[in-house]
């Protein structure tokens, strides 16, 4: 069967108008053009739809019959096609993305709440994970993306660059720590120090600039959380090696993020999705939301190596 949206269109307009001129009309194209589409759509279907006489135009019992169907057909289709229209142009649709706890906290509610604002008609669904369970929902599809500081070259997972951060120790305003631009690693050898549990990136990252440093750095507390380490930092009981935006989520102004140097531990925080899934309209601007508020949480001195990368990315 060859029939086209055109020749149905044709035959309703014909059908409600009773009249092959008003219908042209209607349709502004010319009338033998219009009945060209009548007589296809006739000899598609193996029956007459209309009854032509001089002075009238009447459906037979076929072409009513075919009318409330073919009715139904162009308007679904109509339907259909203002969804898309209006998908596309971001008034309605779903973001699902996850991330950990700490980038959940500090940069997905301040971009969520701004690009609602601008797109009130798209959901976004947040949901909070470990790092290591993330990549598997995104891999599955059941995420759409997910914002974090992923291992490189994961299979079936594309990666899109946002900005760079660093390691910082995180202290007290008191601290002379604090008042130095920037810190080597083996002036952290005198003091106590708060990292995160073996099973963090942190961690690793922090183990690694110790090897390269050369510094003996031994952690006195170990914690699961990271604002579990800037609550420590705030009560005084020691100096907390956190990447540079964990300080959105300091209560405490007087805690200070300065960060290491010789070496700097950098990681990229990117936005993830799985290979092959070219990514919804809504997604698409919601990231720009995204490399907006990454690069607010991170200190000045990191800001415009960040908008360098993500430029890069872009």
């Known amino acids: 069967m060859n029939i086209t949206i055109r020749q149905l269109q044709a035959f309703i307009e014909v059908a409600d108008a009773a009249s092959f001129t008003q219908a042209a009309k209607r349709m502004?194209?010319?009338?033998?053009?219009?009945?060209?589409?009548?007589?296809d759509l006739e000899s598609e279907l193996g029956i007459r739809l209309f009854d032509r006489t001089t002075r009238r135009v009447e459906l037979t019992e076929g072409g009513r019959e075919f009318r409330n169907r073919a009715g139904k057909i162009v308007e679904d289709l109509e339907h259909a096609t203002r969804y898309v229209h209006d998908y596309a142009e971001r008034k309605h649709g779903r973001v699902t993305i996850a991330a950990p706890p700490l980038l959940a906290a500090t940069i997905l509610p301040w971009a969520m709440a701004d690009f609602h604002a601008a797109f009130p008609g798209i959901q976004i669904s947040l949901t909070e994970l470990p790092s290591d369970q993330i990549v598997a929902q995104v891999r599955s599809g059941k995420i759409e993306c997910?914002?974090?500081?992923?291992?490189?070259?994961?299979?079936?997972?594309?990666?899109?660059?946002?900005?760079?951060?660093?390691?910082?120790?995180?202290?007290?305003?008191?601290?002379?720590?604090?008042?130095?631009?920037?810190?080597?690693?083996?002036?952290?050898?005198?003091?106590?120090?708060?990292?995160?549990?073996?099973?963090?990136?942190?961690?690793?990252?922090?183990?690694?600039?110790?090897?390269?440093?050369?510094?003996?750095?031994?952690?006195?507390?170990?914690?699961?959380?990271?604002?579990?380490?800037?609550?420590?930092?705030?009560a005084g009981l020691g100096v907390?090696?956190?990447?540079?935006?964990?300080?959105?989520?300091?209560?405490?102004?007087?805690?200070?993020?300065?960060?290491?140097?010789?070496?700097?531990?950098?990681?990229?925080?990117?936005?993830?999705t799985q290979s092959g899934r070219s990514p919804s309209p809504g997604l698409q601007s919601f990231t720009h939301f995204l490399v907006k508020h990454t690069l607010a949480s991170l200190p000045r001195s990191l800001t415009a190596t960040g908008r360098k990368l993500s430029a890069r990315a872009n």
């Open 28 to 39: 502004h194209i010319a009338q033998p053009a219009l009945s060209q589409h009548v007589r």
């Open 146 to 234: 997910a914002l974090g500081t992923f291992r490189a070259g994961e299979p079936d997972i594309s990666s899109k660059v946002l900005c760079s951060d660093s390691l910082a120790a995180f202290s007290l305003g008191n601290n002379p720590l604090s008042r130095q631009k920037r810190i080597l690693w083996r002036e952290l050898e005198n003091y106590q120090l708060i990292a995160m549990t073996r099973e963090s990136n942190i961690r690793l990252l922090f183990e690694l600039g110790c090897e390269r440093s050369k510094a003996a750095l031994n952690p006195t507390y170990e914690v699961s959380h990271v604002t579990t380490a800037l609550a420590m930092v705030e």
């Open 240 to 272: 907390a090696i956190l990447p540079t935006y964990a300080a959105v989520a300091s209560r405490n102004p007087d805690v200070k993020a300065t960060p290491l140097h010789k070496p700097q531990m950098e990681r990229n925080i990117v936005l993830i």
